[in-house]
């Protein structure tokens, strides 16, 4: 789907903010006035024209005011290019968080993240450090966790960690088939990234080994407990070769607020940013999730 055609399709208004002097590009589409709003961050390399506009159209439909954004390095937004910045991309989201609590049509008490892939991962540390997020849903989520990296093997992490260090500003591609080598190995990211599936202007097919050692020192699986009494929705599929379960349902036994965790039957990660019926499921439960959670921020003026 082309950024025209999501705009379209959403009544979406491209808007630009800026997050630490960077100048950030997102599709907002609003709702109805007082309509609980949330924000979307997605998988790694990921632009907004993809998962996180999928799901921000899916949402839009179920009665949410929704913006997609591009974080920095990716897509439209400005940045280091095919970066992955983990400080950034919280910087971003507080941004692209102020920036709903600010809209006219805004309920600044009716704020919520979801986040699918990485995002997922993402979306739980933003909100265990911003309490103006009032509910957090992730979808097929990459709670990494550094502990856990290293728990079976800790002088190969370490290993893996100078390796890309040593090669820090050198670029890799993000997915490449025939098992050549990429950020994302192997056949299912390229099935998505590599074909039309993920067709998309603004994506491009590259990112820095310093990215992956971002990834493999992003603790998510951490901030589960600083969630303090925010409530977080857990969707995940039982088989899933690039966002550990096993790892899913750690943060949701971590979190210390209302939570739920949802199983799909799903027979790869990637059927849930394109396959039916994983997206319209996942959007389901996800919106009535943010409904139900953000009406209740709305009357208790709770965090």
Same mark, same amino acid.
């Given at each position: 789907?082309?950024?025209?055609?999501?705009?379209?399709?959403t009544g979406a208004?491209?808007?630009t903010?800026?997050?630490?002097g960077?100048?950030?590009v997102?599709?907002l589409?609003?709702?109805?006035p007082?309509?609980?709003?949330v924000v979307?961050t997605g998988?790694?390399t990921g632009?907004k024209?993809?998962?996180?506009?999928?799901y921000?159209?899916?949402?839009?439909?179920?009665?949410l005011?929704?913006?997609?954004?591009?974080?920095?390095?990716?897509?439209?937004?400005g940045g280091r290019?095919?970066?992955?910045?983990s400080?950034?991309?919280? @910087?971003? *989201?507080?941004?692209?968080?102020? &920036? +709903?609590a600010a809209?006219?049509a805004?309920? $600044?008490?009716?704020?919520?993240?979801?986040?699918i892939?990485?995002g997922?991962g993402?979306?739980v540390r933003?909100?265990?450090?911003d309490?103006?997020i009032r509910?957090v849903?992730g979808?097929?989520g990459a709670y990494n966790?550094?502990?856990?990296?290293?728990?079976?093997d800790?002088?190969g992490?370490?290993?893996a960690l100078a390796?890309?260090?040593?090669?820090?500003?050198?670029e890799?591609?993000a997915?490449?088939?025939g098992g050549?080598?990429a950020?994302?190995?192997?056949?299912?990211?390229f099935?998505?990234y590599?074909t039309?599936?993920?067709?998309?202007?603004h994506?491009?097919n590259?990112?820095?080994y310093?990215s992956?050692?971002s990834?493999m020192?992003?603790?998510?699986?951490?901030a @589960?407990p *600083?969630?303090?009494?925010t409530? &977080? +929705?857990?969707?995940h599929g039982?088989?899933d $070769?690039?966002?550990?379960?096993?790892?899913?349902?750690?943060v949701h036994?971590d979190?210390?607020?209302?939570?739920e965790i949802?199983?799909f039957?799903?027979e790869?990660?990637?059927?849930?940013?394109?396959v039916e019926p994983?997206?319209?499921r996942?959007?389901d439960?996800?919106?009535a999730?943010?409904?139900?959670?953000?009406?209740?921020?709305?009357?208790?003026?709770?965090a």
């Amino acid at each position: 789907m082309s950024e025209q055609q999501l705009q379209i399709r959403t009544g979406a208004e491209r808007v630009t903010f800026t997050a630490g002097g960077v100048e950030l590009v997102g599709n907002l589409a609003v709702a109805a006035p007082g309509a609980p709003a949330v924000v979307l961050t997605g998988p790694f390399t990921g632009v907004k024209e993809q998962v996180t506009g999928t799901y921000a159209a899916r949402l839009h439909e179920r009665g949410l005011t929704t913006l997609a954004l591009d974080h920095r390095g990716f897509g439209e937004s400005g940045g280091r290019r095919a970066h992955e910045d983990s400080q950034g991309k919280l @910087a971003d *989201l507080r941004a692209a968080v102020s &920036l +709903l609590a600010a809209h006219p049509a805004v309920d $600044a008490t009716r704020v919520g993240i979801a986040g699918i892939c990485l995002g997922g991962g993402y979306a739980v540390r933003a909100a265990a450090t911003d309490p103006r997020i009032r509910a957090v849903v992730g979808i097929a989520g990459a709670y990494n966790s550094p502990a856990r990296f290293a728990a079976n093997d800790p002088g190969g992490y370490r290993r893996a960690l100078a390796s890309f260090i040593e090669r820090y500003d050198e670029e890799l591609p993000a997915v490449a088939p025939g098992g050549a080598t990429a950020a994302m190995g192997g056949d299912e990211p390229f099935a998505y990234y590599g074909t039309e599936r993920s067709a998309a202007a603004h994506w491009e097919n590259r990112v820095t080994y310093g990215s992956l050692h971002s990834l493999m020192t992003f603790d998510a699986l951490g901030a @589960a407990p *600083l969630l303090g009494d925010t409530p &977080l +929705l857990v969707v995940h599929g039982r088989i899933d $070769a690039y966002c550990a379960p096993e790892l899913a349902e750690a943060v949701h036994d971590d979190a210390t607020g209302p939570k739920e965790i949802h199983w799909f039957d799903a027979e790869q990660h990637i059927d849930f940013y394109d396959v039916e019926p994983y997206v319209s499921r996942a959007a389901d439960a996800a919106a009535a999730f943010l409904h139900r959670h953000l009406a209740a921020a709305e009357l208790t003026g709770t965090a």
